[in-house]
């Protein structure tokens, strides 16, 4: 049975709401793994004198670390209550960055089925995880906006074929619908508030007077091979076989295996992150995926980088950025802005 917003059920289903059953725990090593899996190595995630010296505690997380709590958080939103759907796309994706991440760090992480609509004939279902650090403050919001798939829309093959390839405890096709069984929950109490810490320290990036709107940033190329796909699936928990598989890729309807979306994001923010000289500089990123960046077995994947300054608000030292990804010459984002903070 497919659920859409046409069907009451699904909507009844906006507000679900639950905390993942154990906190996660950011690790030095993870963080670390996690910057290689998205090719970051600004010191401030690999070096500990470089992250004290820009006033973190210790190494600093990707902005897009968030991720992997999330993965794990969203699965039992993704099999129990948005049911009917037999895969998932990401289309959009908001990092809000109330602080950066350090290791040491000890995350809850909220789930909340916070949007379900209709566009141009397709469920568009927008998740919100927040994540609260050890002294009970909101450090990450994090929305993700995905576009349900049923089975008339791809091979009826693909579900055979994944079963044969997936993890021995990851199921993403062809769930059975639990309605009969659901119990919808919802936040009792205001989340927590929001760190303010990201707001208010001293960043140590590019100086805001130095800087022009119109100002372009370095343009940078980002290599992908197959081995860099299935390293990040394996470091982000993202274990989805589009990203490794080209014929359940082609089984479900692209021309060869693709870059995971948070990947691309990842790579993306990187080079902004770089170019400003500080990981927590940037306050939020949103992005709009519009094709996919594909990953050939035999000559990889390129994706190009660049952006410019957009806006500057002199009050607060601060500035729109736009970033554009581009992959086989086609813009592999449809939209991406980020909120970088200056000196």
């Not at 998932?88 to 994706?93: F, L, M, R, W």
């Not at 769930?175 to 919802?186: G, I």
Request: aromatic letters at 6%; hydrophobic letters at 40%; glycine letters at 8%.
């Amino acid at each position: 049975m497919t659920t859409t917003p046409d069907d009451p059920a699904i909507l009844e289903r906006v507000g679900h709401y639950y905390e993942a059953a154990t906190p996660y725990e950011v690790g030095r090593e993870k963080v670390r793994e996690y910057a290689r899996a998205v090719q970051d190595y600004h010191p401030a995630h690999w070096e500990e004198s470089t992250a004290l010296r820009l006033g973190y505690s210790g190494l600093v997380a990707p902005l897009t670390f968030t991720s992997i709590p999330a993965m794990a958080a969203n699965r039992a939103l993704l099999e129990t209550v948005v049911v009917g759907y037999d895969t998932y796309v990401q289309t959009e994706q908001v990092f809000e960055q109330h602080r950066p991440i350090v290791e040491g760090d000890v995350l809850r992480t909220d789930v909340e089925l916070s949007a379900v609509r209709r566009v141009a004939g397709k469920d568009m279902i927008t998740i919100t995880n927040t994540f609260v650090d050890q002294a009970g403050e909101t450090v990450h919001t994090m929305h993700t906006t995905v576009v349900g798939v049923t089975g008339d829309e791809v091979d009826p093959a693909i579900t055979e074929a994944v079963d044969k390839v997936m993890m021995h405890d990851v199921a993403m096709l062809a769930l059975d619908d639990p309605s009969s069984s659901y119990t919808k929950t919802v936040r009792e109490a205001q989340a927590p508030p929001r760190s303010a810490t990201g707001e208010t320290r001293r960043v140590d990036s590019l100086n805001f007077d130095d800087l022009s709107v119109g100002d372009q940033l370095p343009v940078v190329t980002r290599k992908l091979t197959r081995g860099d796909l299935v390293n990040y699936a394996g470091v982000s928990g993202d274990a989805n076989p589009i990203h490794w598989d080209e014929g359940i890729a082609q089984l479900a309807g692209l021309p060869d295996v693709i870059a995971h979306g948070m990947l691309t994001m990842g790579l993306g923010v990187g080079t902004v992150s770089d170019w400003s000289g500080d990981p927590g500089a940037v306050l939020k990123y949103s992005v709009r995926l519009s094709s996919p960046a594909v990953v050939s077995a035999a000559g990889g994947g390129e994706i190009e980088y660049s952006g410019r300054i957009k806006s500057l608000d002199p009050d607060t030292r601060s500035g729109v950025v736009i970033l554009v990804a581009k992959s086989e010459g086609k813009k592999i984002f449809g939209m991406a802005t980020l909120h970088v903070r200056f000196s």
